[in-house]
């Protein structure tokens, strides 16, 4: 993986247009990195969601938002959306082809991110109204999630973003980003700018990842009071009110649509960061009077983010299947620890029969795949535990294995999946090896998806449950399917 700002400053620089139909003749003397306003969202976990909450409430305070986030989930498009919808295949091909033309001129042999960054941070500023087109794209804000850590990632090359924002921080791409949790926040850490307000999610490791901020803050002249330390919302269990199922510590509540304890934290790091724009005074703000308590309720609750412990209902699902899927891009230590909380959480609410007699076996069924260099091992000691019990209950929970490789993702060589010959055996080792007996059944099915999803149909009993993780890329190949 190549990282540098060199190569997507100068093509980005280089696509300045020289005449536009824009209303504002100075935004056409920018670049387009610099022509708009920018929310930039680094991150281990998290970060994607945080980016869907501040583009949905942002909408409802009625602008109109660009949202970059990678990788793509279903076709290369899907990273650059205007007001929650990819922008058309003809816009698409008519972005990139205008970026990939300048590449070559240029001859700055930029890499596939770099190319389509460039094409979402033009796409935003000037659509196709900069060579006179019929003015499709152009936005008034734009949402920009990291790719990968932060400071030399190609998303970084604002010299003042409206806000940057840090969510949870874990040991992901370790080696390309450090080896301790320092490293990789003081990669992170270099999204933070000049005068930028700096909101930092609540962090597992604490003091070691906010010591590391508030250094690179105050080293570029951020004073204390621009810098939030955001505190989880909780859930509200009085059932008093429909309308709303979390409160922050203030006492502001709201309804939080995406599953999973941890969005207590992202959708309160999100109300921060508006929260911040929302007070900004000054006489040059833009969003002033335009956020408030209600566009934020409003937009938190329309949110949604696919692919994300959400849950797949029979009725909409795969055909090989007879109940819910639980579908999750769950690919790393943090994001398996969040994915079995709610897991046990569902399984002690689930435990019981419609005549309300405890479920006395169940079986989870998995169907994962992952993506080379990741820790598989330390997923596996999370996801299955020594304990067959299912939490709260009484119930025997037994599990089922289903290896399978997710389609290589267009644009993106660098991605492959793990071999599933690889990953059974590398499940069976671990299991062996902490005499294990959690998982009764192990199987590879290469890259066919379809077979597996088979298999599993014609074994699911109606308390089973199916889930499939491990992969963004998978959960891709199941919405194509």
């Not at 490293?183 to 604490?206: D, R, S």
């Not at 009071?225 to 269990?237: E, G, L, N, S, T």
């Amino acid at each position: 993986m190549d990282l540098g700002l060199e190569r997507i400053t100068r093509l980005l620089e280089s696509l300045t247009p020289s005449s536009t139909t824009s209303s504002s003749p100075s935004a056409a003397l920018k670049p387009p990195h610099l022509a708009i306003p920018i929310l930039h969202v680094a991150g281990t976990n998290g970060k994607g969601s945080i980016c869907a909450y501040l583009g949905s409430v942002l909408q409802a305070s009625g602008f109109r938002v660009g949202r970059y986030n990678s990788p793509h989930l279903i076709i290369p498009r899907d990273t650059i959306q205007v007001n929650g919808q990819p922008i058309s295949q003809s816009d698409y091909d008519y972005v990139t082809q205008l970026v990939h033309a300048k590449d070559s001129e240029l001859g700055l042999k930029a890499t596939s991110f770099e190319l389509l960054t460039a094409a979402a941070f033009y796409w935003f500023a000037y659509g196709r109204s900069a060579e006179g087109g019929e003015g499709h794209g152009g936005v008034d804000v734009a949402v920009i999630e990291v790719g990968v850590g932060g400071r030399l990632d190609a998303t970084n090359i604002m010299a003042a973003p409206a806000i940057s924002v840090i969510a949870s921080l874990g040991m992901d791409h370790a080696g390309l980003l450090g080896n301790t949790i320092e490293e990789v926040a003081f990669e992170k850490a270099g999204i933070i700018k000049a005068h930028a307000p700096v909101v930092i999610a609540p962090q597992t490791e604490g003091e070691k990842v906010y010591k590391v901020m508030e250094d690179r803050a105050k080293s570029l002249g951020v004073s204390p009071d621009q810098i939030y330390k955001v505190k989880p919302a909780h859930w509200i269990h009085d059932n008093s009110n429909s309308e709303e199922n979390a409160e922050l510590d203030d006492g502001y509540r709201f309804w939080v649509p995406l599953l999973g304890d941890f969005q207590l934290e992202n959708a309160a790091t999100a109300i921060q960061a508006l929260r911040v724009l929302a007070e900004d005074d000054s006489d040059s703000s833009i969003w002033k009077g335009r956020i408030t308590e209600e566009s934020i309720r409003q937009g938190i609750r329309g949110t949604v983010w696919p692919g994300r412990l959400q849950w797949i209902h029979c009725a909409t699902g795969p055909k090989y299947l007879h109940g819910d899927l639980l579908v999750d891009g769950a690919h790393n230590p943090a994001a398996a620890i969040a994915l079995r909380k709610y897991l046990d959480q569902y399984l002690t609410a689930s435990g019981s029969s419609e005549d309300g007699t405890p479920v006395s076996k169940r079986t989870i069924f998995w169907i994962m795949a992952f993506t080379k260099g990741k820790d598989i091992e330390e997923m596996f000691e999370i996801l299955f535990p020594e304990s067959e019990l299912s939490p709260s209950s009484s119930s025997v929970v037994e599990n089922s294995f289903s290896a399978v490789e997710f389609s290589p993702p267009e644009g993106m060589p660098w991605v492959s999946p793990i071999a599933t010959s690889e990953v059974c055996t590398r499940l069976e080792s671990q299991q062996q090896k902490l005499a294990l007996s959690s998982v009764k059944s192990i199987k590879g099915y290469g890259r066919d998806l379809a077979a597996a999803l088979t298999d599993v149909g014609s074994k699911q009993k109606n308390q089973d449950v199916v889930i499939l993780c491990g992969s963004l890329y998978l959960v891709a190949d199941l919405m194509r399917l």
